[in-house]
Nanobody, 113 residues
């Protein structure tokens, strides 16, 4: 059974940075596409960034140039480096294994103005 555990969320001032981590177990991590999503109350969960097994990345327009997704296949971990954060980035961030449709429990990111 796949387990995804996020960490690294917290409270940061606008303009600051955070790095989220997602540790995966129970899957052949290196061949799966991984993604970071976020959700605010009353809105649909949205894809923030994804990274394929070969390293190809995609980003939502709202985070391009500010966020970077990366992966460490040796340690079964995917990261989301978030820079130049704004209050609009406040959300619960979720890690997802897109091949297995498995989700982590989420980590709260709050950006104060």
């Amino acid at each position: 059974q796949v387990q995804l555990v996020e960490s690294g969320g917290g409270l940061v001032q606008a303009g600051g940075s955070l790095r989220l981590s997602c540790a995966a177990s129970g899957s052949i991590f290196s061949i799966n596409t991984m993604g970071w999503y976020r959700q605010v109350p009353g809105k649909q969960r949205e894809l923030v960034a994804s990274i394929a097994s070969g390293g190809r990345t995609t980003y939502a327009d709202s985070v391009k140039g500010r966020f970077t997704i990366s992966r460490d296949n040796a340690n079964n971990t995917v990261y989301l480096q978030m820079n130049s954060l704004t209050p609009e980035d406040t959300a619960v961030y979720y890690c997802r294994d897109l091949n297995l449709n498995s989700w982590g429990q989420g980590t709260q990111v709050t950006v104060s103005s």
